[in-house]
């Protein structure tokens, strides 16, 4: 059971990336996605949660607005648009995969504890 996260890089503020994350060895439609990010010394934070039917979302107040989740069920991939990116947003992102249901609606709580697969990580620097 493997995710591998990728998109990130360098951007000047009010700029977009887009993050991907691929599973492998999971059944991705009986999976909730959520991605977080982390700065280092600080807490790793909760951004955005997608359900396993993929029509329930969640966003952190941080990112509401301006950051859309999405998952592709045949491609076993989730994505993190990220468009209007502030200085603030530089961090390491991560997703990261908690068994639910078969396509439900459910949104896990989206905190650290509640997802056992993780990907490895993808650095956003945005510059002012």
């Known amino acids: 059971v493997q995710l591998q996260a990728s998109g990130g890089g360098v951007v000047q503020a009010g700029g977009s990336l887009r993050l991907s994350c691929v599973g492998s060895?999971?059944?991705?439609?009986?999976?909730?996605i959520s991605w977080f990010r982390q700065v280092p010394g600080k807490e790793r934070e909760g951004l955005s949660c997608?359900?396993?039917?993929?029509?329930?979302?969640f966003y952190a107040d941080s990112v509401k607005g301006r950051f859309t989740i999405s998952r592709d069920v045949a491609k076993n991939t989730a994505f993190l648009q990220m468009d209007s990116l502030k200085p603030e947003d530089t961090a390491i992102y991560y997703c990261?995969?908690?068994?639910?249901?078969?396509?439900?609606?459910?949104?896990?709580?989206?905190?650290?504890?509640?997802?056992?697969?993780w990907g490895q990580g993808t650095l956003v620097t945005v510059s002012s």
């Open positions: 997608i359900s396993s039917s993929g029509f329930n979302r």
């Open positions: 990261a995969a908690t068994r639910v249901k078969y396509n439900s609606e459910y949104i896990p709580p989206v905190n650290p504890d509640t997802f056992g697969v």
């Open positions: 060895g999971l059944l991705w439609d009986y999976y909730a």
